[in-house]
């Protein structure tokens, strides 16, 4: 196939055309369709006419110093509106938007100080506690009325115990206490039939320290006494000062110090009072002081055949008296010279014993004989009753 016949056929040209192909070109007042197309002119009698406008320049912003006030008013001279001067609107196509001209010139605000990069950032700026932090959420209302409810509960809980085992262990101490004071009480009462008198009046008797200046002591038992009343045993004022607290029965026992030149005689009186008596009886020694009177003596017991055989009332040169609170018991000493030596004004075991004492009691040391043997006894007696009243575990 040939160039020719792939080309795509002109469109028939209408029949009244009057210029064929091959004639003059068109005339002026018949433009070709090839010719560039001139813009449409509308005839100017059918315009009407446009009127006149004024145009004015928009008036200058208010000066500095009435936006703000702390400005000092700029020194411009002021401007005044002009007048463009008015020309006529030629015909033909609408002219373009007349553009104002700018403003008259005007110094710029001072910044405001609040708006500088360096101003510090507010605390609590909108609504958080510092920028670029994360509120802590907390647990809500709720899960905080429990914890406080269980907290509550928890602390109520362990104040009725501690409470509750404070109040029942006090009573239980008080009743155990109690109970385990008079069973105490009660057993001492009856030693002297329940225990051996070798427990009670030990044949041998060491005193650690109980001799003159903390010098050791010993004793050695030379006589024991029957048990029996209490006639005839005490000066007449001291058996009517422990008539109060009855007598049950006297247990008494002799001892001599190693260079069998003292003797002392040991003595328990085993009362039938209960212990509110012998509280009243002992504070009525210590507030009177009964056991300081030279006619409160106890008398010693003298046996036949030993060293204390010539140990009567007028050899008595030192002694003591204690009334027991814990037992119903008075335990006393008097001693003397085992040779048979008078001695005219007997002195309290207290008073021999302390340091610059000047008496023949005291320079003798019977105060000590007196006071240690005495303390040795009642210690003994004490160790005998504890086992008595221990309860079994």
Not at 81 to 104: D, F, H, I, L
Request: proline share 17%; net charge neutral; glycine share 10%.
């Amino acid at each position: 196939m040939s160039t020719e016949a792939r080309r795509a056929p002109f469109p028939p040209r209408p029949a009244d055309d009057p210029s064929p192909a091959g004639t003059e070109a068109p005339t002026e007042d018949e433009p070709s369709v090839f010719a560039p197309r001139r813009p449409l002119q509308r005839p100017r009698e059918s315009r009407p006419p446009v009127p006149e406008a004024r145009i004015t320049t928009p008036p200058p912003p208010p000066p500095a110093s009435a936006r703000f006030p702390d400005t000092p008013p700029p020194r411009t001279p002021a401007a005044t509106p002009t007048e463009t001067p008015t020309r006529p609107v030629p015909a033909g196509p609408e002219p373009a938007p007349q553009v104002p001209p700018p403003p008259a010139w005007s110094p710029a605000p001072a910044p405001d100080p609040s708006l500088s990069w360096n101003a510090p950032w507010p605390v609590g700026a909108f609504g958080q506690p510092e920028p670029y932090e994360e509120p802590v959420r907390g647990p809500g209302p709720l899960a905080r009325l429990r914890g406080r409810t269980g907290v509550a509960a928890v602390c109520v809980v362990l104040g009725l115990g501690l409470i509750g085992g404070a109040l029942a262990g006090s009573w239980l101490t008080g009743e155990d206490g109690d109970r385990t004071a008079d069973s105490g009480f009660a057993a001492a009462g009856s030693l002297w039939h329940n225990v051996p008198v070798d427990q009670l009046f030990p044949p041998t008797v060491r005193g650690t320290g109980a001799g003159p200046g903390g010098a050791d002591r010993s004793w050695t038992r030379i006589a024991v006494a029957p048990d029996t009343g209490c006639e005839g045993a005490f000066d007449p004022l001291l058996a009517r000062a422990l008539a109060p607290v009855g007598c049950a029965r006297l247990l008494r026992a002799t001892y001599t110090d190693a260079t069998r030149t003292h003797v002392t005689t040991v003595g328990l009186l085993f009362t039938k009072a209960d212990p509110a008596a012998m509280a009243g009886l002992a504070a009525r020694f210590r507030n009177e002081r009964l056991d300081r009177r030279t006619d409160l003596l106890p008398l010693p017991y003298a046996a036949k055949g030993t060293p204390a055989a010539g140990f009567g009332a007028r050899q008595r040169a030192s002694w003591t008296v204690s009334v027991l609170t814990d037992a119903p018991i008075v335990a006393f000493a008097v001693s003397g010279w085992a040779d048979g030596r008078t001695v005219d004004t007997p002195e309290p075991a207290p008073d021999a014993v302390r340091s610059g004492a000047t008496s023949a009691p005291a320079q003798a040391g019977l105060g000590n004989e007196a006071q240690g043997l005495a303390d040795r006894v009642q210690r003994k007696l004490r160790q005998t009753v504890s086992p008595a009243t221990e309860k079994p575990s």
